[in-house]
Structures are given as structure tokens and as C-alpha cells.
């Protein structure tokens, strides 16, 4: 176990609302990041987060946002959702957040925007 | 701009045949390469990464710069081998920050 937890494990919505995505890091770990995993784009980065401050931004929509709280949790928000952003979203985190750090990836959320 | 490819979606081999999946990347810099490997209904995790230059479950990878590849092989599969294999890349995504560019995958599928 990497020591990545995500919650929720599954979470259904209608086209146009918003949720929140959790994540908390392995013990130690200071960088977090988002992925979105879908069939036709694979694993894209959305983005990055150090010891609460944004790092590093990928592919994130405008509709998205993310922080990283003083316990180093981190969440995602996702905002007038679409059909198209029915995705699994993973979290990782790693020790720093520079250089090429092994990431641990927690199990994901599967959204699903109906 | 960094960009991992993956040509293979699926390989299908038998059990105690050799196995190469294929990994081609296209990165200006110095790049940190690594596989990552998601077994059925677990999460994504390291399998390993070019510098540590380790065998790890059998699978070696070796960088080829002059090729821009990174393939993974294991001279004879098992059956728990099966499973969804990323290459990935680090390179800078700004001033002080990387990101991990993944590829999209290749299924391996081992024949009993």
C-alpha cells in the first residue's frame, strides 16, 4: 500500500454540477499532484501542488481548480461538469517537489457525469 | 514540449516467451524515464526507473539516446505479468518544477 488515500471511491453526477475530489499524501510527502485517466487521452497531469503552493500546471481546464491545505491534503474541484469529463482522476505524491521524485499514486476517484 | 509514445495498445504473448514493450520518447533535455505497471483493480506504481538501472520482477529497460528509447523487456513471461505498463518521462515543466509525462499504455496480456 503507497499510502495514498482517495475519497470518494466512486462518485455520479449530473451534467452541470460540481463536486470535490479528496486526496491525502504518504507521511512525508510534501508535492501532490492530479491526474485525469480516460479511454481515448490516457493519463494526462493536470497539476501540481508543494507544500500548498501551485507548482507545475498540465493539461487543467478553466472549470478546474485545486489547493493544497497546511496538513498537505489536496482537493480538486471540478465545475460545471460535462459529459466528456467522466474520467478517473488519480492523485499522487511524492517527497519534493523538485526533480524526478518517484510518485505514489493513490486509487483513484471514477467520476461519472451523466 | 515532451511526448512519450507507446505504438502498442496490446501485446499478447505466450507464457515463457520474451517480452518487449516499446517506449519512444521525444524530450530536449536529459530525460528521467520510468515504467510504471497497474495490475487488474490496483493502483499505478513504479516498476522502475533508468537510473537505478535495476531488474526488478525480471524487467529490465535500458536508454537508448541515440534511439530516444526506453523499452521494457523480461526474457520470459509469467502470467502475473499481465497487467497495463506506462512509460513515463520527467522533464521540466517550468522554473524549478517537472512533470511526468506518461504514455498511453500497452496491455499485456500472457497466454497460459
Known amino acids: 500500500d503507497s499510502g495514498v488515500t482517495q475519497t470518494p471511491k466512486h462518485l455520479i453526477t449530473a451534467t452541470g454540477q460540481r463536486v470535490t475530489l479528496r486526496c491525502s499524501p504518504r507521511s512525508g510527502d510534501l508535492s501532490v499532484y492530479w491526474y485525469q485517466q480516460s479511454l481515448d487521452q490516457g493519463l494526462q497531469f493536470l497539476i501540481q501542488y508543494y507544500n500548498g503552493e501551485e507548482r507545475a500546471k498540465g493539461n487543467i481546464l478553466e472549470r478546474f481548480s485545486a489547493q493544497q491545505f497546511p496538513d498537505l491534503h489536496s482537493e480538486l474541484n471540478l465545475s460545471s461538469l460535462e459529459l466528456g469529463d467522466s474520467a478517473l482522476y488519480f492523485c499522487a505524491s511524492s517527497v519534493a517537489g523538485q526533480g524526478a521524485y518517484e510518485q505514489y499514486f493513490g486509487p483513484g476517484t471514477r467520476l461519472t457525469v451523466t | 514540449a515532451q511526448r512519450v509514445t507507446q505504438p502498442e495498445k496490446l501485446l499478447s504473448v505466450f507464457k515463457g516467451a520474451p517480452v518487449e514493450l516499446k517506449c519512444n520518447y521525444s524530450y530536449s533535455g536529459s530525460p528521467e524515464l520510468f515504467w510504471y505497471v497497474q495490475y487488474s483493480r490496483q493502483r499505478l506504481q513504479l516498476l522502475l526507473r533508468?537510473?537505478s538501472r535495476e531488474s526488478i520482477k525480471g524487467f529490465t529497460a535500458d536508454l537508448n539516446k541515440g534511439e530516444t528509447s526506453f523499452h521494457l523487456k523480461k526474457p520470459f513471461a509469467q502470467e502475473e505479468d499481465s497487467a497495463m505498463y506506462y512509460c513515463a518521462l520527467s522533464g521540466r515543466a517550468g522554473a524549478g518544477s517537472y512533470q511526468l509525462t506518461f504514455g498511453k499504455g500497452t496491455k499485456l496480456s500472457v497466454i497460459p
Open positions: 533508468h537510473i
